[in-house]
């Protein structure tokens, strides 16, 4: 079974550019998660789809972020533009398991490094 | 609200030597403990779970972690580390609205 995949695994980009990170959950798993590392800091919540709605997308910083989930499949994270405090590493999870509070069962990507410049 | 603090950014052992990762935790209420792992350039693998049933829990590879709630702490061990053990292991922890919340990560050094 495939595990939940991310791309790209590496992105460098300078300030005012787009950058769009996608996220392949496991086949099936309706929830579907971002969390972000900044540098020295704990990986923190950003949102939460159930299949393409968003349950809870309290913990994205600011409008410059926009995640979907056309189809309730692969998600999309886009930063439009990038500024310097969104360097770190931005991991994906899915879980199948509904009410999601059953974190046991999250699988995590291997993240994607974004670097601006 | 929840907090959880991992006392040690870098754990250096030598191979075969024990392993002792620390962690304490902050919640109004009882939360669930999580050890994770992740291996270079590998996803986050969930190591072990505590959910209020025993309060010694074994996971994989070997690791076990203790719950000890007057001492808000749930440490990870291991009696023998392997090199392949090197990797960076947060403590997390999760249940209610607040969600999951990490520890900032402790790196574990395997000398030869």
């Known amino acids: 079974e495939a595990g939940v995949t991310q791309f790209p695994s590496h992105s460098v980009i300078e300030k005012g550019q787009t950058v769009t990170l996608r996220c392949d959950p496991i086949?099936?798993?309706?929830?579907l998660y971002w969390y972000r590392r900044v540098m020295g800091k704990e990986i923190k919540f950003l949102l939460h789809?159930?299949?393409?709605?968003?349950?809870?997308e309290s913990g994205m910083p600011n409008n410059r972020f926009l995640a979907e989930r056309t189809g309730g499949t692969y998600s999309t994270l886009k930063v439009q533009p990038a500024e310097l405090e969104d360097s770190g590493v931005y991991f994906c999870?899915?879980?199948?398991?509904?009410?999601?509070?059953?974190?046991?069962?999250?699988?995590f990507g291997s993240g994607t490094q974004l670097s601006v410049l | 609200a929840q907090s959880v603090t991992q006392l040690d950014s870098h754990v250096s052992v030598s191979e075969g030597t024990p392993v002792l990762l620390r962690c304490n935790y902050s919640?109004?209420?009882?939360?669930?403990l999580f050890w994770y792992v992740q291996h270079p350039n590998k996803g986050l693998q969930l190591l072990l779970k505590?959910?209020?049933?025993?309060?010694l829990v074994k996971g994989i590879n070997g690791f076990e972690a203790e719950f000890k709630k007057s001492e808000t702490s749930f440490h990870l061990t291991k009696p023998s580390a392997h090199m392949s053990d090197a990797a960076e292991y947060f403590c997390?922890?999760?249940?209610?609205?607040?969600?999951?919340?990490f520890g900032k990560g402790t790196h574990l050094i395997i000398q030869p």
């Open positions: 999870a899915s879980s199948q398991v509904w009410p999601p509070l059953r974190y046991e069962k999250l699988f």
């Open positions: 789809f159930v299949k393409e709605s968003k349950q809870d």
């Open positions: 997390v922890a999760g249940g209610g609205a607040d969600g999951l919340t």
């Open positions: 919640s109004s209420y009882s939360p669930s």
């Open positions: 086949s099936g798993h309706d929830n």
């Open positions: 505590y959910t209020s049933a025993a309060t």
